[in-house]
């Protein structure tokens, strides 16, 4: 992958944290409803631990609010 490809990528994951940050508390809308589908899919590109991401960023998906 060309560093341009990984900029690029990034700023797509960076725009995503960044709409979580906005519409975390908000109903799930169409710009949001593949949101942490999307966020795994730029950690894949870019190579990143998709479980240390969230962790870093806290950004919680529906399941981390149930008792398992």
Known sequence: MSKVERV???SELYKLINL???KRDLVVDEETANFFENVKKYCELL???YEAL???FDLLEPSDF???
């Open 47 to 49: 190579e990143l631990d």
């Open 20 to 22: 979580y940050s906005y």
């Open 66 to 68: 149930t008792d398992n």
């Open 8 to 10: 690029s990528y990034f």
């Open 54 to 56: 969230k962790k870093e």
